[in-house]
């Protein structure tokens, strides 16, 4: 890895880091706890931009949302009880479960986002929070919002820019949520993974967003599912409706951990237990 490196920056502000990403390009790679780059640091990268010295591991809470920096650890989202807050927990849950302390000491959640990887937790809960990412460019700062930033496998509207922090508008107070992941051990990567948040209003459920990972090419939305849960109490039959749209409409992926089929299978399974905890 050392010997394709032409550069190792330390940056005295993001103004610097964005710069010296514009010059490199691809060639560019911002680097925080560097669990997700340094074991499988591209090719064609020849300069590391460190981003720890800028200040960017913070959780601040204010009024209408939560805004975390890109370098926060997931260690510090585990046990923030501004964290915590946001529809039971449901970001809390999705901070590395099972991992090592090493690595949730040190993994940031700019990495997992930036990655790009479709079996990452975080992304899914943060659907779910209806989350929305601040990028700085050149020109100023992008606000995206986070179903438009996962672009493809391995791809972020990031570009050329560098991930700055996420917003989460804050949730009502009885807003409810639930994280959940299916793995071969708890240190393993998703199968699949889970995010549901939702409001009652009067015993009907309203504000709905279920999220799924490690199915596709990118985390994403259900939205029909969703749309089937709107102004409907959380019942047996309601819930085996969505249970069901869920296991037709998702396309999950293929590798040698577990077959399309078993995805698939997991994937309605995992919103039936979801579903159910929030109902109880």
Sequence with gaps: MIRQLEEFLYPQSLAEAVQKKHEYGEAAAPIAGGTE?????????????????LGLDYIEDEAECLRIGATTTMHQLAVSPAVAKLASGVLSSSSCQGWPTEVRNTATLGGNLVGGGPFADSPPALLALDAEVVVARLGGEERVPIQDFFVDYRRTAVGQGILKEIQIPRP????????LKF??????????????????DNGLCSKVRIALGAIGRTPQRIL???????????????IDNVVSIVTELVDPV?????????????AGVLTRRALLQIAS
Aim: some cysteine; glycine content about 2%; overall charge negative.
């Design 224 to 238: 029909e599912a969703e749309r089937a849960l709107l102004e409907k109490p959380l019942e047996s039959d309601v």
């Design 254 to 266: 293929l590798d040698l951990r577990a077959s399309a089929d078993y995805r698939r299978e997991l």
């Design 172 to 179: 009502a107070a009885a807003a409810r949520g639930v994280f």
């Design 183 to 200: 793995g071969r051990s708890p240190v393993d990567q998703a199968l699949v993974n889970l995010a549901v948040t939702m409001e009652m």
């Design 37 to 53: 780059i340094v074991p499988n640091l591209p090719p064609e990268i020849r300069c590391l931009i460190d981003l720890t010295r």
